[in-house]
């Protein structure tokens, strides 16, 4: 449940300072959260990222604005934080599908209201999985850094560079490696790769990761990849982690594609959290 009131605390966070220059990790330095995993969650749970809603909500009030009289374009795009009228007009016009002038001359505007996130008891998901203690191991991965924007079409992009590059003839690729930024850095490191005694020598490319012992907890997804990836960390972060006994370690998480169709609807894959008992 702590997962849910951090994100809403959050949200509430975004609301008063929508007019200020707000940033991902101011948001997520208030809730106490590593700005790795408020961005994931936030977008697990609501379906888009922090700069989406922030950007979305500004934009919907800035609609409303301007239906008032007197209000002038220029002073509402920099309440918002555009640099100028031209860029505030673009934004402005791909979100309402008008122009502000024309939002000013009592034209249709879309609305975007302030997110509440609650956890429904309807429907609830039937998880299958483990909990497995495991001695540190290494892991071999051809790595890439992304940001949480860039991540969503990042990542399916990178497997695809790595088989189409034939990267895959250098070493296997069945696991994709997240490792959380240090420090609350931007970008985080998303690598793919292997078990590194599968391999004889570092690649060119490649480099070793070490992975601490921990305690994981060990999801299986059922269905073609990525889709059944996505569904079932958004089922850890909305479903699972809100009400288990165990909290999430921010480190690195694991996803594992066992061998098969992964087009098929019966494809087997996992991903692996390290998690520690709740005090």
């Known amino acids: 449940m702590e997962w849910i009131q951090s994100i809403n605390k959050a949200i509430e966070y975004m609301e008063n300072h929508l007019t200020e220059d ?32 922030i950007r ?25 934080g555009y640099d100028s009228p031209e860029s505030f007009t673009k934004a402005f016009t791909r979100f309402h599908g008008i122009t502000p002038s024309q939002a000013k001359c009592g034209n249709e505007l879309k609305s975007f209201n302030k997110l509440v996130v ?4 309807e429907g609830g998901t039937i998880m299958d999985y483990r909990i497995e203690k495991k001695e540190g191991f290494r892991l071999l991965v051809y790595a890439k850094m ?11 992009e990178f497997w695809k560079e790595y088989y189409q590059k034939e990267i ?35 690649p060119e490319g490649f480099s070793i990761i070490n992975i601490p012992a921990y305690t994981w907890a060990i999801f299986k997804c059922v269905g073609p990849t990525p ?31 066992l061998p098969g169709d992964n087009t098929s609807s ?14």
């Open 227 to 257: 889709e059944s990836i996505r569904k079932t960390w958004g089922d850890i972060y909305g479903e699972w982690l809100p009400g288990a006994d165990y909290e999430l370690i921010p480190d690195y998480d694991i996803e594992n594609y």
């Open 22 to 53: 707000i940033h991902c990790g101011d948001v997520a330095g208030y809730v106490h959260i590593s700005l790795f995993h408020f961005q994931r969650t936030f977008n697990l749970l609501t379906g888009m990222t922090v700069g989406e809603y």
């Open 146 to 156: 992304f940001t949480d924007e860039s991540s969503e079409k990042g990542i399916p």
């Open 118 to 121: 609650k956890i429904s008891v």
């Open 56 to 80: 979305r909500r500004r934009l919907s009030l800035a609609g409303e604005e301007l239906t008032r009289k007197n209000t002038k374009v220029i002073d509402v795009a920099f309440k918002y």
């Open 168 to 202: 895959y003839k250098r070493a296997p690729g069945y696991l994709g490696v997240c490792a959380q930024e240090k420090d609350d850095d931007k970008e985080f490191m998303y690598g793919i790769g292997c078990d590194a005694d599968d391999v004889k020598e570092i």
């Open 266 to 279: 019966d494809y087997v894959s996992e991903i692996w959290i390290p998690v520690k008992e709740k005090d």
